[in-house]
DNA sequence: AGTATAGATTTAACTGGACAAATTGCGAGC
DNA sequence: GCTCGCAATTTGTCCAGTTAAATCTATACT
């Protein structure tokens, strides 16, 4: 590397390969932090552009972060992604049209029970407000598309109350009122026997398959809302998703 | 920009900001070529690095594809995603532990109907090579985790029948083979009453709820693999991702 | 012991320059 | 009209250098 560069493969590419080696290999564990930028093109005889190249690039795998003034800490051992699935928007998460309605049947304090509890990432015993809702294609259209049951915390049970009047999504507005950005969203499906609130209101039979999407959004506080949306089975609903490769 | 720098702003990011506006605003659409690296520094008065900085990141956002030799082509106008989830290994995808045992039960060509035709990305009447298998947590479990039914364009039919013993992911044996790399992969989910078939293996009584995840696998040429796999319902099988807000 | 300040260190932003590699367009030849 | 080769253009890789901004550590003061 001290001689001309291989015809192929780019200089920063080979020191990346080698700084990837040594991270995993357990020379730099998690924690440790990699030796300076200066130190590197020493060690390597390039320039610090190309060593900012592979640093880069590091950084953009997840491995390392990169602090000005501090250096280069590990955070990981591996590539932080293998495939990536990416939503453009609201509509592409929940996979309802931006202008479908809300309609809420019911809104009550609950206890929370064991499981549900352990799935909302509340605990059990603890009181939340809980919000019955239809949801539909706009404000008179007939068909119900979902069930929608969320539970939120207490004290937002007022932001909760307006759930119809919102514009944009609620986790949105929960944020904002948390003063907390959403951090992220953990999501469970599951194939269940719909049960019979759920039946009626979309017009099934008792125990037909429905789908069932739980979404929880988190801050660092905790959990801000957590939804559960029963769609109907079989072609009626068909929850998708396209992953590319991650161009890290 | 002539004079000195904002003493917050660096001078990438607000060259970024404006060209993002031109994107927007349809000074260049789709598909039109962004004026090169040179003639951004003429018309912005900065280095070659300033203008790459900026390029980069629109890059980054998905919304510019730069090619060497031919510039910057706008491909979208807005950031390319607001949540994103990543799969950093194969049984985050799929959900199985990666040693999980895969046992063929019958290999056959079959004529594509329009149904599967259409949700596996072949044509009708066109003849697959069709899998169908259990797949279990080891070679000596009894349990049957999901009944899995494979369709491999014909082409791949000899590596078909070769699936259980090979190591890792099918796909990338067939993008291997193909010598293409796989692409994307689009994914649907849906609640089924189990068939006959499948009720019987997962031990099922007939019409039970169950969750039908068909995945394929697409190179440039095409399907390599699309897979229908099913799973119990209930929480004998819960479908979990966790996404978080795009760092983009 | 706790806090503030100064200096050293490290990464971020930026300049100007060079050569290499990939793409595109044009002209010539068949 | 089609194909091939060459030149111009554009981005990729890389160098050497500078100043700015952020972090950390050591020292001095209360």
Redesign the interface.
């Known amino acids: 590397m001290g001689s001309e560069p291989a015809s192929r493969t780019p200089r920063y590419a080979e020191i990346l390969a080698i700084l990837r080696g040594e991270v995993a290999s357990g020379v730099f564990p998690v924690g440790a932090t990699l030796p300076s930028e200066a130190e590197l093109c020493q060690r390597f005889s390039v320039s610090r552009f190309t060593i900012r190249e592979a640093l880069r690039r590091l950084q953009s795998d997840g491995i390392v972060m990169r602090v000005q003034g501090a250096g280069s800490r590990v955070v990981r051992t591996?590539?932080?992604?293998?495939?990536?699935?990416?939503?453009?928007?609201?509509s592409?998460?929940t996979q309802y049209a931006e202008d479908t309605h809300l309609e809420v049947q019911s809104i009550s304090d609950v206890e929370l029970g064991e499981g549900v509890a352990r799935q909302i990432g509340g605990a059990a015993g603890e009181t939340w407000c809980y919000v019955r809702a239809l949801r539909r294609a706009d404000v008179s259209a007939a068909e119900v598309l979902a069930v929608v049951e969320s539970y939120v915390p207490r004290r937002f049970a007022k932001l909760a109350r307006e759930v119809e009047s919102i514009s944009g999504p609620i986790y949105a507005a929960l944020s904002s009122a948390a003063r907390e950005?959403?951090?992220?969203?953990?999501?469970?499906?599951?194939?269940?026997?719909a049960p019979v609130h759920v039946a009626a209101a979309l017009g099934l039979t008792a125990?037909?398959?429905?789908?069932r999407i739980m979404r929880r959004y988190s801050a660092a506080s905790g959990t801000l809302i957590a939804s559960f949306n029963w769609?109907?089975?079989?072609?009626r609903?068909?929850?998708?998703?396209?992953?590319?490769?991650?161009a890290g």
Chains 1, 2 share one sequence.
């Open positions: 591996t590539p932080a992604s293998v495939f990536v699935q990416r939503y453009r928007s609201v592409d998460l950005p959403i951090e992220n969203v953990e999501q469970e499906m599951q194939a269940l026997p125990d037909a398959p429905v789908l769609h109907r089975g079989g072609d609903y068909i929850h998708r998703a396209s992953l590319s490769l991650d």
